[in-house]
Nanobody
Framework: QVQLVESGGGLVQPGGSLRLSCAAS????????MGWYRQAPGKQRELVAT???????NLADSVKGRFTISRDNAKNTVYLQMNSLKPEDTAVYYC?????WGQGTQVTVSS
């Protein structure tokens, strides 16, 4: 069955960095667009970044210049490199594929 398993979240100080990973299984990873969404407390889930099957990326304006999305088709994994983190980046981050979500990983940016 399709599985998306996130890892890499945690607590980081403002200005710090984290790299999230999403290990995918149960489908032909290289054929699918992948992405990351996030949901902060009391807010709707929002798009952070997507990457097409061909490697084309799209990032939300709020993270452009700070976050990078990438994929390794040999490892069936999509990554989200997050730099210059801000308190407003605090949220549960979800890996996404069409029709599927991971369980989420908590990112907390706080001093």
């Amino acid at each position: 069955q399709v599985q998306l398993v996130e890892s890499g979240g945690g607590l980081v100080q403002p200005g710090g960095s984290l790299r999230l990973s999403c290990a995918a299984s149960g489908f032909i990873f290289s054929n699918y667009n992948m992405g990351w969404y996030r949901q902060a407390p009391g807010k709707q889930r929002e798009l952070v970044a997507t990457i097409s099957s061909g490697g084309r990326t799209n990032l939300a304006d709020s993270v452009k210049g700070r976050f990078t999305i990438s994929r390794d088709n040999a490892k069936n994994t999509v990554y989200l490199q997050m730099n210059s983190l801000k308190p407003e980046d605090t949220a549960v981050y979800y890996c996404w594929r069409t029709g599927r979500w991971g369980q989420g990983t908590q990112v907390t940016v706080s001093s």
